[in-house]
C-alpha cells in the first residue's frame, strides 16, 4: 500500500491550504486514515483523523476550528483543508493509514504511512 500526500507549500500566516493523500496498490481496508505533522526538533504529532465509514472525525486541540479533515470515497482521497494557518502549524505532514479501531491518535498505530509534504508558515 502507497499512500500519496500532497498539496503542502509555503503560504502566509493566516493562509490556507489544503493537503490531499490516496491510497494506491495492494487492498487494504483501513478503518482510519490519519494526519500527523512533525516539525524540526520535534516529535511526529496527531493532527487529524476520519474513518472511511461514516466520516467520524477526530483533531488535536491544537488545530480545532481551523483545519478540516473529509474523504470522498468515490476518489478513495482524503483531505485535510487548513485554514488560518500560524507559523506554528510549520512541519513535514504526513497522512496514514490504519486497520484496526482505537489508537487513532497514536503514530504508532498506524501501518501504512506517505512520504509527507512540507508546510511552511511564514509570519
Known amino acids: 500500500v502507497q499512500l500519496q500526500a500532497s498539496g503542502g507549500g509555503l503560504v502566509q500566516a493566516g493562509g490556507s491550504l489544503r493537503l490531499s493523500c490516496t491510497p494506491s496498490g495492494r487492498t487494504f481496508s483501513s478503518v482510519y486514515m490519519g494526519w500527523f505533522r512533525q516539525a524540526p526538533g520535534k516529535e511526529r504529532e496527531f493532527v487529524a483523523a476520519?474513518?472511511?465509514?461514516?466520516?467520524?472525525?477526530y483533531y488535536t486541540d491544537s488545530v480545532k476550528g481551523r483545519f478540516t479533515i473529509s474523504r470522498d470515497n468515490a476518489k478513495n482521497t482524503v483531505y485535510l483543508q487548513m485554514n488560518s494557518l500560524k507559523p506554528e502549524d510549520t512541519a513535514v505532514y504526513y497522512c496514514?493509514?490504519?486497520?484496526?479501531?482505537?489508537?487513532?491518535?497514536?503514530?504508532?498505530?498506524?501501518?501504512?504511512w506517505g512520504q509527507g509534504t512540507q508546510v511552511t508558515v511564514s509570519s
Open positions: 476520519i474513518t472511511w465509514s461514516v466520516g467520524s472525525t
Open positions: 496514514a493509514a490504519r486497520g484496526a479501531f482505537g489508537w487513532v491518535k497514536v503514530s504508532r498505530g498506524y501501518e501504512y
